[in-house]
């Protein structure tokens, strides 16, 4: 069966940096947008962003914009997800997905997710 999974959360300061994995197994990997999502307490499930199959093409939401980064390797079925400059406010749980719908802000496109990785912030 298809398995997202996430590692590399953890609890940082305000502006330090992390890089989030996602290794994907049971699935084509290299046919699949990838994307991470996040959801912090008592919010809806927001999107991140999203990389094409190729790696040549991202979307970022307008909260990230140049300060994080999304790269993927078809060869090891991992997309990563460097965060720089973090703030409290990027506390949450963050979410691999994956899809083949191109790339897609809502949730309902994804049709594989990871269980998750918790980041916090603290200022």
């Known amino acids: 069966q298809v398995q997202l999974v996430e590692s590399g959360g953890g609890l940082v300061q305000a502006g330090d940096s992390l890089r989030l994995s996602c290794v994907a197994s049971?699935?084509?990997?290299?046919?699949?947008?990838l994307a991470w999502f996040r959801q912090a307490p008592g919010k809806e499930r927001e999107f991140v962003v999203a990389?094409?199959?190729?790696?040549?093409?991202?979307d970022f939401a307008d909260s990230v914009k140049g300060r994080f980064t999304i790269s993927r390797d078809n060869a090891k079925n991992t997309v990563y997800l460097q965060m720089n400059s973090l703030k409290p406010e990027d506390t949450a749980i963050y979410y691999c997905?994956?899809?083949?719908?191109?790339?897609?802000?809502?949730?309902?496109?994804?049709?594989?997710w990871g269980q998750g990785t918790q980041v916090t912030v603290s200022s």
């Open positions: 997905a994956s899809g083949l719908s191109g790339l897609k802000y809502t949730a309902r496109n994804y049709a594989y």
């Open positions: 049971g699935l084509t990997f290299r046919w699949y947008t």
């Open positions: 990389i094409n199959r190729s790696g040549d093409d991202t």
